[in-house]
């Protein structure tokens, strides 16, 4: 059974930065690729950043250039640094191993002044 529990959310104003982290279990981690959604009030869940086993990355385009998607093997973790946040980069967070029907809890960024 695959767990994700998501941390580091918060409020921070816009410029600033974030990061997130999600730690996996239940899984071989290693061999699986791992993805970063956010979903904010009223919007559908989207993808923000996904990297695979062979840590192959990609993003968003509203993203690109202000995120970056890490892992760490060894503690199962996955990261997401949000550099430059936005208003619009508002939502909630969550981890899941793609294609898994996985999801953690979530955790809340909200970027204001």
């Known amino acids: 059974q695959v767990q994700l529990a998501e941390s580091g959310g918060g409020l921070v104003q816009p410029g600033g930065s974030l990061k997130l982290s999600c730690a996996a279990s239940g899984i071989a981690f290693s061999f699986r690729s791992m993805g970063w959604y956010r979903q904010a009030p009223g919007k559908q869940r989207e993808l923000v950043a996904h990297i695979t086993a062979s840590y192959s990355t990609n993003y968003a385009d509203s993203v690109k250039g202000r995120f970056t998607i890490s892992r760490d093997n060894a503690k199962n973790t996955v990261y997401l640094q949000m550099n430059s946040l936005k208003p619009d980069d508002t939502a909630v967070y969550y981890c899941?191993?793609?294609?898994?029907?996985?999801w953690g809890q979530g955790t809340q960024v909200t970027v204001s002044s």
């Open positions: 899941s191993v793609p294609g898994s029907g996985s």
